[in-house]
């Protein structure tokens, strides 16, 4: 799962975020208001661990925000202020969880893979572009009903586009929402390249009608 770690607490979103990345999860991070809003402007996500308490705003605002764009993103809010009030109001704005610091990294992880579960079990999460059906939660890509094998990457960079069919993807942009904050941030985007060109061959080989097709000078775009 992709992961948004909203907490201004520098070595918590650290400890957290390493944890994370060890049970496979790609992870970003954020650490005041202003960087989370704008990481949810630019990427979708999985999963949200929102902290209450943050520079510049509250995480109650940014909960509106993500429910308010009609995102089905798990979230789970992770505030030290234990208060029933903070609880009822996330839950009642539409938040998955609670779950009050401190806590166990243990539990962290159990509490993500509880809301996924419950998520599956509202309905349909498929995502469909032409012929092409990605399913999420199962990590299956199928064209014209036959399953196709992608690695882990491909999936996510598909996974990325069909969530935004037809629009003009930096690829910066992409890198990061792939690769995370630790992505190396230099013009050489050969380990893109490479990925993106071994995703493009596998869907035409198997018949897909949808295209990744690269704008020139800035990054790409799925025609479906």
């Not at 609880?87 to 969880?97: M, R």
């Amino acid at each position: 799962m992709k992961i948004l770690i909203v907490e201004d607490d520098l070595s918590l979103s650290e400890v957290m975020s390493v944890y994370l990345k060890k049970d496979g999860h790609t992870v970003v991070e954020a650490h005041d208001f202003g960087s989370a809003s704008q990481k949810l402007d630019l990427y979708a996500y999985d999963c949200i661990l929102l902290d209450i308490m943050l520079p510049g705003g509250s995480g109650l605002e940014l909960l509106s925000k993500i429910k308010g764009m009609g995102s089905r993103t798990n979230v789970i809010i992770i505030s030290a202020k234990d208060s029933i009030d903070d609880k009822v109001t996330g839950l009642e704005l539409g938040a998955d969880d609670y779950l009050a610091k401190p806590f166990h990294l243990a539990e962290l992880s159990a509490r993500i893979r509880s809301v996924a579960r419950r998520s599956r079990m509202d309905g349909d999460f498929s995502l469909k572009a032409g012929n092409v059906t990605l399913e999420p939660e199962t990590g299956r890509v199928f064209v014209g009903g036959n399953q196709v094998d992608l690695l882990k990457k491909e999936f996510a960079i598909l996974e990325y586009f069909m969530h935004r069919p037809g629009h003009v993807v930096d690829k910066a942009v992409l890198a990061e929402a792939i690769w995370g904050d630790h992505v190396d941030q230099t013009d050489d985007f050969q380990f893109l390249y490479a990925q993106v060109k071994n995703l493009r061959k596998k869907l035409q080989e198997a018949g897909a009608d949808i295209e990744i097709r690269a704008v020139y000078g800035f990054g790409y775009k799925l025609l479906a």
